[in-house]
């Protein structure tokens, strides 16, 4: 399977062009080969989305971009299963949560279709100030143009239309790129669009490397905003390199779950197995560091080790599979240099640690220090640390201790201490009882601090995806 950019509805494969290919993670076996797009291919895409903007989005009603979201929302349902296979054989998750993920996407789309017909304006009280009388103020927002969305591999579907859907909703065009890992189910995702009735010039893919294509998809005059998910460095560049447009920046995190001596053991202990190991890791709010009151600690651990040594692990595409590969065998032995580098200094594994290929085993750790990149980092990787602690006051200031501030967990049947801790974690969402993995599409997402820049969450994203623009009127009868 070859396959190319897609520019005004036409795709761009041909033989001349260099080419990479996408394997299976967990066998090696070759997806496809994408036929890769260079600069030109960008400037030419961002054109067209220019060219479309004016002509057709900018004016397109509300009622048919809902139309476009609700009818690739059925389309993507109907086709559930395909999308899963795909998001399975390219990204090596699970099918059990390929699947999931597709769910979640369809999701993503009704939030839009359903929100591209509630762009609401305001009406200003003039009369409140001085000199106001026999005014009219009100507000609209109005689509920015064109959007550069750049997405990551690890929940290739998903993350994508957390991106493209609200642009949509709001009549924006996207020049969309996708990881160049798990290119597949993008290009799919294009021809769904397209198939629903989307204008083939307001959603342009580029199949394209970073490092070629990346500053004309953040510095091109005629874009816009650039909205990015994926590592911290990357962010920076796109941060220093965006000038004035608007930029989202989804980046890293190394989120935090406190378990206080009250916590619910029983459920918290399997949520948290799949909040650390769930697509082996590779997510953005997955359960890194876990801290647990002293009291709670050794019985804690040891169902902790007992329900994480019992997951299914093995091919991504088998149905009882609970536990694939990492995205990569690079990747893999670099999480794995991680766990040596912190048992050299003196932590310990309870569990895990095993390396062949691409499949690094569900790995827990114990005896660390804040310094460890294993918690000071980013792991990106099968690895949690559990980690022991005596009062709130500790706890909250070992969590904060981070550049990182995306997403944590508390879990404690007191409200009051619940309350006072999530108002004193550095972070951009905090969930009470349930686990940092958590997230739902129609919430407000984001961090601060070095997470990022800005909110995700289809409401949201269509916020920063419009431009206020205040209209006044002097209703004077003379001027009338």
Known sequence: MKIGSIINGQEFKEEHRETLSVFNPYNQEKVAEISLAGVEDVN?????????FHSTMKTMPAYKRSNILLKTANLLEDRKES??????????????????EVDRAVQVLRFASEKAKHIYSEVIPMDAAVGGENRLGFTKRAPLGVVSAITPFNFPLNLSLHKLAPAIAAGNVVIFKPAEKTPVSAYMLVQLFHEAGLPTGALNLIMGKGEVVGDALVQHDKVQKVTFTGSLPVGKNIRKKAGFKKVTLELGSNSPNILFDDADMEQVVEDLVKGAFAFSGQVCISAQRIYVHHSLYDSFLK??????????VGDPLNENTDFGP????EAAERAKTWIDDAVSNGARIATGGELKETMLSPTIMTDVKSDMKIIADEVFAPIVSVIPFETEEEVVKHSNDSVYGLQAGVFTKDINRALRVADKLEMGGVWINEISTYRQDNHPYGGVKQSGIGRE???????????LKFIGINLNEKRL
Do not use: C, H, W
């Not at 969450?457 to 431009?467: C, H, L, P, Q, S």
């Open 83 to 100: 999308f899963a296979e795909i998001i399975a054989r390219e990204a090596g998750k699970p099918l059990k949560y390929s699947r999931g």
């Open 44 to 52: 030419k895409a961002i054109d067209q989305g220019f060219k479309t």
């Open 326 to 329: 990492m995205i990569n065998k």
């Open 457 to 467: 969450g289809v409401k949201y994203a269509i916020e920063d995806m419009t431009e």
């Open 303 to 312: 169902e902790y080790v007992k329900q994480t040594e019992a997951l299914t």
